[in-house]
């Protein structure tokens, strides 16, 4: 069955380090995205790619890059982490557009002490 | 500016009905789309709409009215199990605004 993965799922981590969070899709979509959610807030796009190699700011970009080696992987980087960035992180495969149906994974939770 | 409007929360009662109201502002309308997200869970996809009226898929059906900006989802015979968020998803010029989703609670 077709699916998009996220590793890790749960991740603490320091203010000023690196962190890089995952995600893997056997949908052979082109498109991925990277979303955050909060509360109080709907899912606030980060980056996306319409293919491997391509990367796209999304609305919230800064303090975050991506990554997209492969067309089934693609990555987020935040090279400075602050408090601010904790959060929820979906990644997503699928259309560009609302007829397109977007899969999600099962998202990473991160927290930034 | 754009937006898409959802309230933050719903109560019904398990048997009855429930509708999921959603209204934007947006640049560009190509569709919209609704998704369901239950608590921990990412979210899974619901319902595309486009034409205005009312679109019945069974136990969930949608309304749109574009002179509006106005959608609805409409979720009959409720269950417990269809307690979760719903979220509206606007796309404007092939980019999705997500709404901050409505939490449905269902009460027996």
């Known amino acids: 069955e077709a699916a998009v993965t996220q590793s890790p799922r749960n991740k603490v981590a320091v203010t000023g380090g690196k962190v890089t969070l995952s995600c893997n899709q056997t949908?052979?979509?082109?498109?991925m995205y990277w979303y955050r959610q909060d509360t109080g807030h709907g899912l606030r796009l980060i980056h996306y790619s319409y293919g491997a190699g391509s990367t796209e700011k999304g609305d919230i970009p800064d303090g975050y890059k991506a990554s997209r080696p492969s067309q089934e992987n693609f990555s987020l980087i935040l090279e400075l982490a602050t408090p601010s960035q904790t959060s929820v992180y979906f990644c997503a495969s699928g259309g560009l557009g609302a007829q397109d149906t977007q899969y999600f994974g099962p998202g990473t939770r991160l927290l930034v002490l | 500016g754009q937006g898409v409007e959802q309230p933050d929360n719903l109560m019904s009662v398990e048997g009855t009905f429930a509708r999921v109201n959603c209204t934007y502002s947006t640049s560009g309308f190509n569709g919209l789309s609704w998704y369901q997200q239950r608590e921990g869970h990412a979210p899974v996809f619901l319902s595309y709409?486009?034409l205005d009226g009312l679109k019945d898929s069974g136990h969930f059906s949608t309304f749109l009215s574009r002179s509006n900006g106005y959608s609805y989802l409409l979720l009959t015979e409720l269950q417990i199990k269809d307690s979760a968020s719903y979220l509206c998803a606007v796309d404007s010029n092939y980019q999705l605004i997500w709404g901050s989703g409505t939490k449905l609670i269902i009460k027996p």
């Open positions: 949908n052979n979509h082109n498109n």
């Open positions: 709409v486009v």
